[in-house]
């Protein structure tokens, strides 16, 4: 088990462009979660999948912001159009999906800077 | 409306000494409780949770917390505090009716341990 991971760990970019980050939950873990994190704050929650089904996503999540997980692995959080306010780190978790008492376990996060 | 207070945005305590940090919730019936730590640059790192039971739960890295349900608080608390302990701690609940199992975040509380 190696845990949560993301790739990249940081992302520069110019405003205006895309971005996509990937996570790679805990294998038998089917559920998948998307924060964002801005400093100094808690997380604040953008979207979730249980396997592949994507049920509930945040008021926060634009028309810009695109999630999947197409085969009920890994996860990928599109950002089109750029722009600075979207400047956060993107942290994802896994959990188990046996009882709303299981802890979720998270990744090290995707920080993105935008210009 | 569902809230996590942490109500100190900084701690300070000398190594050696007992730690509290604090949380209060305003969540309707009875919650599940978790505790996460995150270091710098780092993600979230699941310290310990409050289902149901004894009052006091004990975690990872000597933290323990007490569940206080007249006082709607779930304080995290440390006999001897570490250098290591220096970090980000925020506290999280989930409305046990909730099927989306969502986390609600404090707003989180910088401790610090001083040699």
């Known amino acids: 088990d190696t845990g949560v991971s993301q790739d990249p760990r ?13 996570c790679d939950p805990i294998s038998e873990h089917n559920r998948l979660y998307w924060y964002r994190q801005t400093l100094g704050q808690g997380p604040e929650f953008l979207t979730y999948f249980q396997n ?11 028309d810009r912001f695109s999630a999947e ?4 692995s890994f996860s990928t959080l599109e950002i089109q159009r750029t722009e600075q306010g979207d400047s956060a780190m993107y942290l994802c978790a896994s959990s188990f999906d046996r009882g709303s008492h299981n802890e979720q376990f998270f990744g090290p996060g995707t920080r993105l800077t935008v210009l | 409306a569902q809230s996590v ?5 900084q701690v ?24 996460y730590v ?26 323990e917390a007490e569940f206080n349900k007249s006082q709607t608080s779930f304080h995290l608390k440390k006999p001897s505090a570490l ?16 099927s989306n199992y969502q986390l609600i975040w404090g707003a989180g509380t910088k401790l610090i341990i001083k040699p």
């Open chain 2, 12 to 35: 300070n305590v000398a190594e050696g000494n007992p730690l509290t940090v604090k949380c209060t919730y305003s969540v309707s019936g009875n919650p599940y409780l978790f505790w």
């Open chain 2, 38 to 63: 995150q270091y710098p640059n780092r993600g979230l790192q699941f310290l310990l949770k409050y289902i149901t039971g004894d009052n006091l739960v004990k975690g990872s890295y000597g933290f």
């Open chain 2, 83 to 98: 250098v290591s302990d220096s970090a980000l701690y925020f506290c999280a609940v989930r409305d046990r009716r909730d």
């Open chain 2, 5 to 9: 207070a942490q109500p100190e945005d």
């Open chain 1, 52 to 62: 592949e089904a994507q049920l509930e996503k945040s008021r926060l999540l634009s």
């Open chain 1, 69 to 72: 997980r197409p085969k009920g």
């Open chain 1, 10 to 22: 940081h992302k520069i970019t110019k405003r205006g462009q895309n971005v996509t980050f990937r």
